[in-house]
């Protein structure tokens, strides 16, 4: 992270409390702990301050950083639309529990069928990259174990996700790095709730084909 990044972060970042140590220090704290996916040992250890206080200086701060999220929200509110979850065929095409679409398997059956298929590649080569990107720049949270109660991994990820589109917007690129696809077909569902999404597939294949009739969201990108 650039040093921009790092005063941006610093600047935005409302902390619930003045007390206890200074903003910049407790931010870098926080920054050093998901960098280096270091223990509150380690980073105690690190900065020279005590365990419990490089704990709640980490729960602390993540609260601020989605408030940043949850600020952002307020001021810029969005026109919600039914989001279109998409993955690569290495995923069963779901309904239920989730709504996940998955591409046709080749070979398709037809030009619809691979229409659709063009234009779900487009979309999920942004997907991807925008991904790779923030393992690239997060990568010892995504590849490492980061040693916190599973319950706040959902926090530590949205931080991550939030921190770096804020370095993005610094202008604090890097690149994905290549990763090997290892598609080895679709697997079947395990879980006895899960539903087969392909009748929503052929309705989105279907809409995708005929332009004038498209739905709303897939113009929010360069899909078509």
């Not at 365990?51 to 709640?56: A, E, L, N």
């Not at 234009?119 to 916190?148: D, P, Q």
Request: charged content about 20%.
């Amino acid at each position: 992270m650039m040093m921009q990044s790092f005063f941006e972060a610093q600047q935005k970042v409302r902390l619930e409390s003045d007390h206890g140590w200074e903003r910049h220090i407790e931010v870098l704290v926080f920054l050093y702990w998901p960098a280096h996916a270091a223990s509150y040992t380690v980073v105690s250890q690190t900065f020279d301050i005590l365990k419990t206080s490089v704990h709640d200086i980490v729960h602390r701060v993540s609260r601020a950083v989605l408030g940043i999220l949850r600020k952002g929200a307020e001021e810029q509110p969005c026109v919600h639309r039914q989001p279109v979850p998409t993955s690569s065929g290495g995923y069963p095409c779901l309904s239920a529990p989730i709504c996940l679409i998955t591409p046709y398997r080749e070979p398709v059956q037809n030009p619809v069928q691979a229409r659709f298929n063009s234009k779900h590649s487009r979309a999920w080569n942004i997907i991807e990259r925008a991904f790779g990107m923030m393992k690239t720049r997060w990568r010892s949270v995504f590849f490492k174990a980061l040693e916190i109660s599973p319950a706040f991994v959902p926090e530590v990820v949205a931080c991550c996700a939030v921190l770096h589109n804020l370095t993005l917007l610094n202008g604090d690129i890097v690149e994905a790095e290549d990763e090997e696809d290892h598609d080895d077909g679709p697997p079947k569902p395990h879980n006895p709730q899960a539903r087969v999404g392909d009748h929503i597939r052929d309705n989105l294949a279907a809409a995708v084909s005929a332009p004038n009739i498209c739905v709303a969201a897939l113009h929010e990108h360069d899909y078509l």
